[in-house]
């Protein structure tokens, strides 16, 4: 979760209970919520929570989160991480169902600027392959 963090940042937060800064040191349990995060915008503006659910997870390679929110009946998330040349390729798909459905394009635009922020700030964190 610290790493999420890195990548929203400056945009937002989310928030996570002690234990959970890093999920390789205990397998979390899949298919239950493992805990509720806050999405604070600008790290101190509270616009959203994410129950976060775990469905599947390879270490390193892939996850995918089956959660839902207080904006979307369903979120689901599924990132990879495959080895290119001297560095990596990362994919994030992301299907949503909004609870208010005229909200849809609107929540579109949000998430896909966030994403973006989310691979460039990778791209700043962890450098770009020549």
Same mark, same amino acid.
């Given at each position: 979760?610290?790493?999420?963090?890195?990548?929203?940042?400056?945009?937002?937060?989310?928030?996570?209970?002690?234990?959970?800064? %890093?999920?390789?040191?205990?397998?979390?349990?899949?298919?239950?919520?493992?805990?509720?995060? $806050?999405?604070?915008?600008?790290?101190?503006?509270?616009?959203?929570?994410?129950?976060?659910?775990?469905?599947?997870?390879?270490?390193?390679?892939?996850?995918?989160?089956?959660?839902?929110?207080?904006?979307? %009946?369903? $979120?689901?998330?599924?990132?990879?991480?495959?080895? @290119?040349?001297?560095?990596?390729?990362?994919?994030? %798909?992301? @299907?949503?169902?909004? %609870?208010?459905?005229?909200?849809?394009?609107?929540?579109?635009?949000?998430?896909?600027?966030?994403? $973006?922020?989310?691979?460039?700030?990778?791209?700043?964190?962890?450098?770009?392959?020549?």
């Amino acid at each position: 979760m610290s790493g999420v963090n890195r990548e929203l940042f400056p945009l937002a937060r989310m928030t996570y209970p002690r234990g959970f800064e %890093r999920l390789d040191d205990e397998p979390p349990v899949l298919g239950r919520t493992l805990f509720r995060s $806050w999405i604070l915008a600008l790290g101190f503006i509270p616009v959203e929570y994410d129950d976060i659910t775990l469905a599947e997870i390879d270490p390193g390679s892939r996850f995918l989160e089956c959660s839902e929110l207080l904006t979307q %009946r369903e $979120w689901v998330h599924e990132r990879t991480v495959e080895p @290119h040349g001297a560095g990596c390729l990362i994919a994030d %798909r992301v @299907h949503f169902v909004p %609870r208010v459905s005229v909200l849809g394009p609107l929540h579109l635009l949000v998430f896909r600027a966030t994403f $973006w922020l989310r691979h460039r700030n990778l791209a700043r964190i962890f450098g770009v392959p020549s």
